[in-house]
């Protein structure tokens, strides 16, 4: 009985016999194209790809189901650029990108992740090396209230490479 006690006690958020309450584990999937997304530059660069990327092939409950790229390029501040604005949660998450096995063939995808009000990790991806893969972003760090993820096209690789742009995963 005292076992169920604290367990209830725990999941109601109560502090019993001076133990902190358990935080609940939460995974939030932003989508590309979806409502947290943005993208800019030319809309007669941006390529879709129907039926790929994590929405496309594996959570068929989220939409869009295509993946979305764009070729690189070698433009100081690129020429297409995406935004998912995360719901920030004031915990410690951490950010992982969809890589999907088609149209995904830089080496230097340059990701930005921004957290804890002002702060900004990034980190480069070699897209090339994934295959339908979940791949942790800000080199895996845990940060504090990560509030949005950027990626460009800017690259500085041949511009017959391909930057995919599709989901973001939040996990904490």
Do not use: H
Not at 75 to 93: E, K, Q
Not at 110 to 138: C, F, G, H
């Amino acid at each position: 009985m005292r076992i169920l006690k604290r367990i209830i006690a725990m999941l109601i958020g109560l502090a019993w016999l001076g133990t902190a309450p358990a935080v609940m584990a939460e995974t939030s999937v932003f989508a590309n194209g979806g409502s947290y997304f943005s993208a800019s530059g030319p809309s007669g660069y941006w390529r879709y790809d129907a039926g790929q990327g994590y929405c496309g092939q594996f959570g068929t409950w989220c939409s869009p189901g295509n993946s979305q790229w764009t070729w690189s390029t070698k433009t100081f501040g690129g020429v297409n650029n995406a935004v998912w604005n995360v719901i920030p949660i004031d915990r410690y998450s951490r950010a992982f990108a969809f890589i999907p096995r088609r149209n995904a063939t830089t080496r230097g995808a340059k990701y930005t992740v921004a957290y804890n009000w002002v702060s900004r990790q990034s980190s480069e991806i070699d897209q090339m090396r994934y295959y339908d893969q979940w791949v942790p972003l800000a080199f895996g760090d845990q940060l504090r209230r990560i509030s949005s993820v950027d990626l460009t096209d800017a690259t500085f690789e041949a511009t017959s490479t391909r930057v995919n742009f599709d989901e973001i995963k939040i996990e904490n």
